[in-house]
């Protein structure tokens, strides 16, 4: 039964590797260059016959653009983010690409952060070269 499951999440993190790879129109031969690996491996991976390690995701991610986190899921390595209904809708739009959703949800967190005061920045950021401390709030 346990190895069931793992050959399903094989097959699962394959098959989302494909998907993002045929969406940057990048072949097998180009995204193996890019991530440092095999042909024959990265075929096996998406496949479903191997299950690549953090490492690899990592470097595969890398070569689609994508991010790690989103591979580290689908692999089961870690468990999805929570998040409100805007993060949710935006992961469940079956209309954008990875790295589309993944801007906007960076954007949407950098509004949430910039929005909930200083308290919830870290000390000493800076935006534009002027550090948290000495940015003038913007009037709405």
């Known amino acids: 039964m346990v190895n069931h499951a793992v050959t399903d999440l094989g097959r699962d993190i394959g098959e989302y590797i494909r998907q993002q790879r045929n969406n940057a129109r990048i072949s097998l031969r180009q995204l193996a260059k890019l991530a ?5 491996y990265l075929s096996q991976v998406e496949r479903g016959l191997r299950k690549p390690s953090a490492e690899i995701l990592q470097q595969i991610a890398k070569g689609l653009r994508i991010s790690a986190e989103a591979l580290y899921v689908r692999a089961g390595i870690l468990d999805a983010p929570q ?27 950098s509004f949430r952060r910039e929005n909930a005061g200083p308290q919830s920045t870290v000390e000493g950021s800076d935006v534009d070269g002027v550090p948290a401390e000495q940015r003038t709030p913007v009037e709405e």
Not at 36 to 40: F, Q, R, W
Not at 95 to 104: C, Y
């Open 83 to 109: 998040g409100g209904p805007v993060v949710d809708a935006l992961r469940a739009a079956a209309e954008l690409s990875e790295r589309q959703k993944q801007v906007l949800l960076d954007i949407y967190e």
């Open 36 to 40: 440092g690996v095999s042909n024959p």
